[in-house]
C-alpha cells in the first residue's frame, strides 16, 4: 500500500527534521562521553575505559555517516504505509516494516552492547549497576535519525542492553547467545515480546 503524494510531503518533511535534531544531540553525547571515559581512566577502571572507548567510536562513525545527504525522494519508508502498531510509554504508535526494523535493531545493539559493558564491571570488580554505564544512558549507538523517534530508539535500546548487562556481567546465556562471529544476540521470542509489534493487516 503507497502513502498519497501529499502525506509523503509530509513524512520527508519530518524525517528530515528529525535527522538534523538527531545530529545535534549526536554530537553532544560524544562531548559527554569523552568526560566520562577521562573519569573512568582516572580511576582506573580499565575495562569499563576501553568497553566506553569502542562505544564512542561507534558513535563518532555514526557522526561521520550522518554528515552524507539523504535523498528522501527515493527512500521506500516514505512512501509505504504503515504495517504495524507498537505502544511506547502508554501511547500507541505506527510504523511500517523499515520502521520495525530499527526498533529491532536497538533491541539487538543494546543486548549486544550490554554484555560488553557487564563483561566490562565484572573485570573491573565493581557491583553490578547497568544504569551507571554510559552506554545505557547514551542509548544511541545504531540510531541514524531515521524512521522511528530517538526516544522510542532509545527505550528498545535499554530494553536490551539491561538483559545483555546482566548476562554479561553474570556470564550466562539467559536472554540471548553467542553467535559464529562472536556478536551476541537477544534470543528471538524474547524479542517479539519486548517489541510487542502488532500486524494492522
Known amino acids: ?11 520527508a518533511q519530518a524525517e528530515q527534521q528529525r535527522s538534523a535534531q538527531y545530529r545535534q544531540r549526536l554530537d553532544q553525547q560524544v562531548r559527554l562521553g569523552q568526560l566520562q571515559a577521562a573519569q573512568e581512566q582516572q580511576q582506573k ?5 576501553r568497553a566506553q572507548q569502542q562505544y564512542l567510536a561507534q558513535l563518532r562513525a555514526q557522526q561521520l555517516r550522518l554528515q552524507t545527504a539523504r535523498n528522501y525522494s527515493n527512500d521506500p519508508y516514505i512512501s509505504t ?8 510509554s502508554g501511547v500507541n504508535r505506527q510504523t511500517n516494516q523499515y520502521g520495525a526494523d530499527v526498533l529491532r535493531q536497538a533491541v539487538n545493539y543494546g543486548y549486544q552492547e550490554g ?9 573491573d570488580g565493581l557491583t553490578p549497576n547497568f544504569q ?15 524512521y522511528v523517534d530517538q526516544s522510542d ?3 528498545y535500546f535499554r530494553q536490551g542492553f539491561q538483559r545483555g548487562y546482566t548476562d554479561g556481567y553474570y556470564s550466562r546465556s539467559q536472554y540471548g547467545s553467542t553467535l559464529a562471529n562472536g556478536n551476541s544476540s ?3 521470542g524474547l524479542l517479539t515480546t519486548i517489541l510487542g509489534l502488532t500486524s494492522l493487516r
Do not use: E, K
Open 1 to 11: 500500500m503507497v502513502v498519497p503524494a501529499a502525506d509523503q510531503r509530509q513524512r
Open 45 to 49: 577502571r580499565a575495562a569499563q575505559y
Open 81 to 88: 504505509a504503515p504495517s504495524y502498531r507498537y505502544a511506547y
Open 115 to 123: 554484555v560488553r559493558f557487564g563483561q566490562a564491571d565484572r573485570q
Open 132 to 146: 551507571n554505564s554510559y552506554a545505557y544512558q547514551d542509548a544511541n549507538y545504531g540510531y541514524a535519525g531515521n
Open 153 to 155: 530508539y532509545n527505550y
Open 186 to 188: 537477544i534470543l528471538a
